[in-house]
């Protein structure tokens, strides 16, 4: 009747936090190690299992528009640079037609003492030099105008792709 036992208490603690849905053991069984001493409802973990991998699938959906901006960004740097090549164009037609009506005009001014030329003919080819020096003002501000366009566009291209970051697996947002 004085007798006692004694035993060791154990705390156990599971590594994850949730409801039990099952016991098998029961008071003061004998357990061994491996044995199953309760069940937490794995619900828990599916739900966010799934809400990661819809994050997962959202974020693979931006990453893979982010491509797409790229893709578009690169386009406009193309249309820029071609822009470019159309408004070189203009300015060598203006220069070469400042070049010609100059000439013209000085030709008229020389005729026009010998009487050769009138003065209205003067006055138009006067007039003409200072429309084609106006054509070429216009198409150099258009240069640059085509030229910070260009700029702009590689601009663009560079932040689209640095917001991305690398391809594939090791992207950052993808991580």
Known sequence: RDGQVGAYVIQVTPRVSGPIVDLPVKNNQLVKAGDVLFQIDPRTYEAALAKAKA?????????????????????????????????????IQAESNVFTTKR????????????????????????????????????????RQAEAAVRQARATLAQQRAQLGQLGEDNAQVR
Not at 62 to 83: D, F, H, L, P, Y
Not at 122 to 134: F, K, N, P
């Open 55 to 91: 994050q997962l699938d959202q974020t693979g959906q931006g990453v893979s528009a982010m491509e797409k901006q790229i893709e578009a960004a690169r386009a406009q740097v193309q249309i820029a640079e071609g822009n470019i090549n159309q408004v070189q164009t203009a300015l």
């Open 104 to 143: 013209e005009f000085e030709r008229q001014e020389l005729m026009l003492p010998k009487g050769s030329t009138s003065q209205r003919a003067v006055d138009q080819a006067r007039t003409a030099y200072q429309v084609a020096e106006q054509n070429k003002v216009s198409a150099e501000a258009s240069m």
